[in-house]
């Protein structure tokens, strides 16, 4: 905008005006009216913005309880530090008796899905149905690329969050229980990183019952925040795999003559 009208007074007024000026190419002018119809528009904002906070209140409440309380409850159970627990990183396998196999990544910030950040896998190495060498081959290519990515970025004096695999998980949840957890633990230790692993534990009804971390099954409260987000994120790798599958076994059983 060419103007930006503050109700308050605030610090450094000419060195922003000149930073955004810049920063757009034009001159970019910050005003505090006092009095006219600037000053009533300020007026009427703020009143907006109160109403919508009060109307908003509960919801908003809601909403962080259901990211970022949920987020703090899986750090509790994990013994994690609820601050650095930001990104958490889930994979996923999809395949018709190993035909056309294909992996997924989703990846949730703060409680949230971040779906830019999304990836598909189409497998290349593995010939049959073997959901642990396909989650290796999974793992093994995000992370290194991941690795090759950042390399390249710091050698070139890049924006590592602005690569698309350079930003690591605090938390590599998998969908499963030690076999799982123990592919993934393996594919870390030989790239040599340190990034905590927990298995999405599932009961005989198919259904989260807890998580396993440490060698120990930690069993999680199905009343809680934390187990209806660590569910949203199982259902949404298995959606998001098996979307890419189904995409892939449709264009191969459909042909012109």
């Known amino acids: 905008p060419k103007a930006l009208v503050l109700q308050e007074e605030i610090e450094d007024i000419e060195i922003l005006e000149k930073w955004l000026s810049a920063r757009k190419g034009n001159r970019v002018y910050i005003q505090v009216p006092k009095i ?17 906070l009060s109307q908003d209140k509960e ?3 809601r909403e962080e309880g259901r990211t970022i309380g949920a987020v703090k409850e ?26 056309e196999s294909v ?34 081959e999974v793992l093994l290519r995000r992370f290194s ?47 040599q990183l340190e990034i905590p692993v927990c298995g999405m534990v599932k009961d005989d009804n198919h259904r989260t019952r807890g998580l396993y971390y440490q060698n120990v099954e930690i ?8 187990f209806q987000l660590i569910t949203r994120i199982q259902d949404e790798a298995h959606r998001f795999a098996i979307e890419y599958h189904r995409s892939l076994r449709s264009k191969e059983q459909v042909h012109s003559i």
């Open 36 to 52: 006219g119809t600037k000053e009533k528009l300020v007026e009427l904002a703020a009143q907006n913005a109160k109403l919508v």
């Open 59 to 61: 919801r908003i409440k």
């Open 74 to 99: 899986i750090a509790g159970w994990l013994g994690l530090e609820p601050e650095k627990l930001v990104r958490m990183e889930a994979f996923d396998i999809s395949n018709i008796s190993g035909f």
């Open 103 to 136: 992996g997924s990544m989703i990846v949730y910030e703060n409680g949230r899905p971040k779906r830019n950040d999304y990836r598909k896998f189409r497998i290349r190495t593995v010939q049959g149905p073997n959901d642990y060498a396909s989650m290796r």
């Open 145 to 191: 690329h991941g690795l090759e990515e950042t390399k390249k970025m710091q050698a070139e004096g890049g924006d590592l969050a602005m690569g698309s695999f350079t930003r690591f998980p605090d938390l590599l949840m998998m969908d499963g229980g030690r076999g799982q957890v123990n592919i993934a633990l393996e594919v870390l230790r030989e790239l």
């Open 219 to 226: 069993p999680i409260d199905r009343h809680s925040e934390g």
